[in-house]
């Protein structure tokens, strides 16, 4: 398995509270990334990034937010939780053209 | 962007019988088109992926097939097993690296 540890795998919390979830790669590759899986949706990319403190949009980053100030961690945020955030979240790695490698993953309950 | 729709939502099939899952993207800059598997409750796992540089790639009984003028690709499994059964996706991405997922194939490989 790829080294990537997604912490913590299980959150219940409520809505409008701060929500940070850590990937923690040991890989040292350049690409981390987020998605999250709802039913009938597949997984969807909330943001990337492509090196330390270099981090970019995807399909779904509205009310997220994210960090990279070392290589091997990246950071989500969801500054005010809300219902519609429940999901389960996966972090992804991948160096260059290489294919990605996903973590176990978070589920996130916010009530 | 990039939009990819995948087909069917569900299969069944009988143990040793073919399987066949088709997705078609939008973009025609895309490059790549990776396969995952998803087993209940565990991360999407790569089984298999192909560049626009090639029209078919084999893995034992999974291979995959490329028509870059229509925009689709296809996953066929033969000889499937019961240990087949999970959730598969494809997905595409051009050169920034970024995956654009089908909502999934939820495969039932009956015994």
């Known amino acids: 398995d790829a080294g990537i540890t997604q912490s913590p795998r299980h959150k219940v919390t409520e809505t409008g509270t701060p929500v940070t979830l850590r990937c923690h790669q040991t890989?040292?590759?350049?690409?981390m990334y987020w998605y999250r899986q709802d039913p009938g949706h597949g997984l969807r990319l909330i943001h990337y990034?492509?090196?330390?403190?270099?981090?970019d949009k995807g399909e779904v980053s509205d009310g997220y937010s994210v960090s990279r100030s070392k290589t091997e961690d990246f950071l989500l945020t969801l500054e005010s939780a809300t219902s519609s955030q429940t999901s389960v979240y996966f972090c992804?790695?991948?160096?260059?053209?290489?294919?990605?490698?996903f973590g176990d993953g978070t589920r996130l309950s916010i009530l | 962007g990039e939009n990819v729709e995948q087909h069917p939502s569900t299969l069944s099939v009988q143990e040793g019988d073919s399987a066949v899952i088709k997705c078609t993207y939008s973009d025609s800059a895309s490059n790549y088109f990776p396969w995952y598997k998803q087993e209940l409750g565990k991360r999407p796992q790569l089984i298999i992926d192909i560049r626009s540089n090639v029209g078919e790639k084999k893995d034992q009984r999974i291979a995959v097939t490329l028509n870059k003028t229509a925009k689709h690709f296809s996953l066929h499994i033969t000889e499937t097993q019961p240990e087949d059964s999970a959730v598969y996706f494809c997905?595409?991405?051009?050169?920034?690296?970024?995956?654009?997922f089908g909502s999934g194939t939820r495969l039932l490989v009956r015994p």
């Open positions: 992804a790695i991948s160096e260059s053209s290489q294919p990605q490698h």
């Open positions: 890989e040292n590759h350049r690409y």
């Open positions: 990034s492509y090196g330390v403190k270099d981090t």
């Open positions: 997905a595409a991405a051009d050169s920034s690296y970024k995956l654009i």
